[in-house]
């Protein structure tokens, strides 16, 4: 779940739409899939919270303002999945952990609360993370538990409806249904970076599915303004752009 998705344009959450999120996947659950989410939004939920006007520009402003968010996001994630019975876990992850040794310690961490039947809420760590340790943009981050974990899809849920040929702003863009292969003139219509609450873009988006299809995991990339999109997705239906691996 991108920034843009579970936030609204003053920076404040959107309740209603993690709300939804939450009663989806817990449905999803409840039909024997194993769900883990990743979701942006700690520094975004901490800029709401401190009542900034922006996002702090500095390393040291943006992780204090994760650290804030990451409670106001993990405590609203936690009451929404209560609300429909599901238990959730929180997992601060990092490149150290991700990369190193520790990569085994969380894949068993990941595969036992699965086993549990627990939905696992991932986010970086951004209040401690410093630049060897930093994933990036949650893009690349949920693309990298993918690969971790051996997840049978990836989907990334954002504001536009998936890859369009051209700015999807042109009213004759056209939505790509279908990739085989992020090919340089794929990356060519992906455009520039994410808003003004978010880090990602179509950019961000693309190298994440290249990580994915590269561990041989389709990804999926479509709106999240309707949760309930999950489904069709879920069921093999053609919504947003689907890149196979």
Same mark, same amino acid.
């Given at each position: ?17 993690? *709300?939804? &999120? ?35 520009? *500095? ?21 929404? !999945?209560? %609300? ?6 929180? $997992? ?26 627990? $939905? ?5 760590? *951004? ?5 060897? &340790? ?6 690349? &981050? ?14 990334? &849920? ?19 249904? %279908? ?30 599915? %290249? ?5 041989? $995991? *389709? ?15 879920? %069921? ?6 689907? !890149?196979?691996?």
């Amino acid at each position: 779940m991108g920034t843009s998705t579970v936030t609204r344009e003053n920076g404040t959450i959107n309740f209603r739409r993690i *709300d939804a &999120l939450a009663r989806v996947l817990t449905d999803l659950k409840n039909m024997s899939n194993d769900i883990v989410l990743v979701t942006s939004g700690a520094v975004g939920a901490g800029v709401g919270k401190l009542g900034l006007k922006a996002r702090p520009e *500095d390393t040291p402003g943006k992780q204090a303002a994760a650290a804030v968010g990451q409670c106001e996001l993990m405590s609203l994630y936690d009451r929404s !999945f209560s %609300e429909y019975g599901a238990v959730t876990a929180q $997992i601060l992850l990092d490149a150290g952990v991700v990369n190193h040794s520790h990569g085994e310690n969380a894949v068993n961490t990941f595969n036992r609360l699965l086993e549990f039947g627990v $939905i696992p809420i991932v986010n970086e760590n *951004d209040s401690v993370a410093v630049d060897e &340790l930093n994933i990036g943009d949650n893009d690349t &981050l949920s693309a990298t538990v993918a690969a971790l974990i051996g997840a049978d899809l990836l989907i990334m &849920l954002t504001d536009t409806d998936g890859l369009y040929d051209k700015d999807p702003s042109s009213p004759d863009a056209v939505l790509i249904r %279908e990739v085989r292969g992020v090919t340089p003139q794929i990356k060519s219509m992906a455009g520039g970076a994410g808003t003004r609450r978010g880090t990602g873009g179509m950019v961000t988006k693309l190298a994440a599915v %290249e990580i994915a299809n590269s561990a041989g $995991i *389709d990804a999926v990339i479509a709106c999240g303004k309707d949760p309930s999109v999950l489904y069709d997705i879920c %069921e093999g239906k053609s919504v947003g752009t689907r !890149f196979f691996a």
